[in-house]
């Protein structure tokens, strides 16, 4: 117990509040204000992966490291797309996948909103349109917000998520 | 048979020492069964559709043994089904294997489960996209039919089934648990959701492009994947990546094992009730990416590694950061193990959860880390290493218990061994270039990458085609063997243990789908 509350105060708050690589881009805390502002802190977002190659989960997962906080500032990750307000998509629409994708998004309520995260749920990526892939998520549910990048970086993905819920 | 069979093997182009030969149906079988009373095991099995060449299809048996990997070719000719015989009853993980085989290019093992694996309905049972007539930008409606799972029948026997979308951010893919109470009494795995078509696509990519793809099999074995695939091709072409470039490579693959090692023994920490584990090794990881980003110039390796060698070189400010790194890593993560190994709570969920015996591991044909954790000696940077795993000598880390702690316990001292490891690598950098030319391969040749990633040992069968293209390209990952694993490893233990359980494999459902 010594030895975890010591690592604890070592370790400190680690939350960041550094401006973005991209300086035009507004800062991680001023991503998190904004969708605190908007959401009063709750906005629940369940993940599907359709098809990916396990890549962009890993940058989400990254979300609720300390650094980024996301659940610190409201966002969840919830277990059923009942409780969602938004969906998060990853990978190219495998067509295994089509089905169930479709009908998680038929359980989340209205509103609803979609990201499509990486070139894969953007385009297809990598492995395009095919016998087994629909490519795009946009080619199988409507989709508000795309991400690209082969993973996008964690910064891209919160900023497409505030884009969606603000409209902008 | 053992001299005449042996005498007929010729060397195969591999970063491995490997050899190849040629059987009918008889031998077929019968190879597994030598391989198999001499300790070797199945890597993978692959087919292809010759007919366009000569009329042909063909089977490919690849088997690690301990002087090497010998692959073993069986032709069959192409009448209404051809058919080859089984190597399950041998190897029981190749039954997996055969049933994706046949859904992709309807040749057919003797073996009864004829139930299909990677197709789901979504293209039609008399369609076999990897077969050459069959153009792969066809597209299908989906047509989904019942899968039969096996049914368990007793007093109180009733099903649970999860997924395909999971809980969590996590790959999508589904179990079958038949509990009693909470006490699980069969889970069976379904699994190919994620089925994207790599092999037919890679056919339609040049042998230059195909590592973008290699590299996204399955995201977190970037790193071996892209080197499997660059290793195929540089021992068709034989070319000899530089030195510098061997290290670097050799550091990127560590670098990848570290952050998959951190991240799992934080949702290892968490899955067992204990967030400041998570929070804790999720910080390191996200260190560890930063860094990365800095010195290799990105998050993630995807795109790091190419034929001939490495896309770019360290940055002269690399050394000492990287040094620095290592040295506040080990000891975060020396005392993090102090914590984790005095947790009462922790212990309590980790000891004798997912129990996989040796003696069940070596019948199931267990690889990788699961593998040493069930006290199965292997590891390719151990027992074959290729530069510069030759001057490193890595130390074989295993276990016994073969249950989570023991898992757990590989991964802690997997990450002591990596950051040696990655210390050797920058005390011996010589300068020197960090790429080579790497020519077109001449048409038909067939060439083996192998490299141990995190997981274990991950493998690209690559054959060339005409003006630099690829004729075939079969992408193998450990998670093949390791799937079946999981639904012994989980019988008797209660559902509410799974998530940690499965944690505990951390297996690949993209890099198995394909
Ligand atoms: S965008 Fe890249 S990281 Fe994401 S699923 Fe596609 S290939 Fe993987």
């Known amino acids: 117990m010594i030895n975890t509350l010591s690592r604890m105060i070592r370790t400190g708050i680690l939350t960041e509040t550094f401006p973005t690589p991209c300086a035009a881009s507004p800062s991680v805390e001023g991503l998190q204000k904004d969708l605190r502002n908007i959401l009063g802190r709750a906005l629940c977002i369940r993940h599907v992966d359709a098809g990916s190659c396990n890549g962009c989960e890993l940058e989400i997962q990254a979300l609720n490291n300390p650094y980024y906080n996301l659940e610190g500032f409201g966002i969840k990750f919830v277990a059923s797309p009942r409780h969602a307000d938004l969906l998060l998509v990853t990978g190219p629409v495998s067509v295994n996948m089509e089905e169930a994708l479709k009908r998680t998004l038929d359980a989340v309520p209205d509103p609803k909103l979609v990201v499509a995260v990486g070139d894969c749920g953007a385009c297809g990526g990598v492995f395009g349109t095919s016998y087994a892939s629909r490519g795009a998520v946009a080619n199988v549910i409507p989709v508000h917000r795309t991400v690209s990048g082969c993973p996008p970086s964690p910064v891209a993905i919160l900023e497409a998520i505030r884009s969606a819920v603000l409209g902008v | ?514």
């Open chain 2, 1 to 514: 048979m053992t001299h005449e069979f042996e005498s007929a093997m010729k060397q195969l182009p591999s970063n491995l020492p490997c050899n190849h030969t040629r059987v009918g149906a008889v031998r077929w079988r019968q190879s597994a069964e030598r391989f198999h009373t001499d300790g070797g095991r199945l890597l993978t099995l692959w087919g292809s559709d010759d007919r366009d060449r000569d009329g042909l299809f063909r089977i490919y048996a690849a088997y690690l043994l301990k002087e090497g990997v010998a692959v073993v070719e069986h032709e069959m000719e192409h009448g209404t089904t051809p058919a080859y015989p089984s190597l399950a009853e041998t190897f029981p993980c190749a039954l997996r294997m055969e049933r994706a085989i046949h859904d992709l290019l309807g040749i057919t093992s003797m073996e009864p489960d004829h139930r299909g694996w990677l197709r789901h309905g979504g293209w039609p049972q008399t369609v076999f996209p990897l077969r050459r007539d069959f153009d792969g930008s066809q597209q299908f409606s989906v047509n989904s039919q019942p899968y039969p799972f096996v049914q368990v029948e007793g007093d109180g026997v009733h099903e649970i089934a999860v997924g395909p979308v999971h809980a969590g951010t996590i790959e999508p893919g589904h179990f079958r648990f038949s509990v009693v109470g909470e006490k699980v009494l069969r889970l069976e795995e379904r699994l190919g959701y994620t089925h994207k078509g790599v092999s037919k696509r890679f056919e339609e990519m040049s042998q230059k492009e195909g590592r973008h793809l290699a590299a996204r099999l399955s995201g977190d074995s970037a790193v071996a994947f892209s080197w499997a695939y660059a290793a195929a091709l540089e021992a068709i072409t034989q070319t000899a990546c530089p030195p510098r470039a061997a290290n670097l490579r050799a550091l990127a693959l560590e670098h990848e094992r570290l952050a998959n090692h951190l991240g799992d023994l934080g949702a290892l920490g968490n899955d067992a009730g204990f967030a400041f584990g998570l929070t804790q090794f999720s910080r390191m990881k996200e260190d560890l990416l930063r860094v990365n980003l800095s010195t290799f110039g990105a998050r993630y390796l995807f795109d790091f590694i190419q034929p001939g060698g490495v896309a770019s070189d360290l940055p002269p400010s690399a050394p000492p950061l990287l040094l620095d790194h290592y040295h506040v890593l080990e000891e975060n993560v020396s005392s993090l193990r102090v914590i984790y190994d005095n947790h009462a709570g922790l212990q309590d969920r980790f000891r004798e959860s997912g129990i996989l015996s040796q003696e069940m591991a070596e019948k199931l044909g267990a690889i990788g880390l699961a593998g040493r954790a069930s006290g199965v000696p292997l590891d390719l940077r151990v027992d074959h290493p290729c530069s510069p795993y030759d001057r490193l000598q890595p130390k074989m880390i295993t276990q016994s218990a073969g249950d989570v702690a023991a898992r757990v316990q590989v991964r802690f001292d997997e990450i002591f061994e990596s950051l040696r490891l990655c210390r050797m690598l920058l005390a011996d950098f010589a300068p020197g270039p960090i790429q080579t030319e790497c020519s077109l391969a001449e048409p038909g040749r067939l060439g083996l990458g192998l490299i141990e990633g995190w997981r274990g040992p991950v493998l690209i069968a690559l054959e060339s085609g005409p003006d630099g293209a690829i004729r075939r390209c079969h992408a193998h990952d450990p998670s093949w063997q390791n799937w079946p694993l999981l639904e012994y490893a989980i019988l008797g233990n209660i559902v509410p243990d799974f998530p940690l359980i499965n944690k505990s494999f951390n297996l690949s459902y993209s890099g198995h789908d394909g």
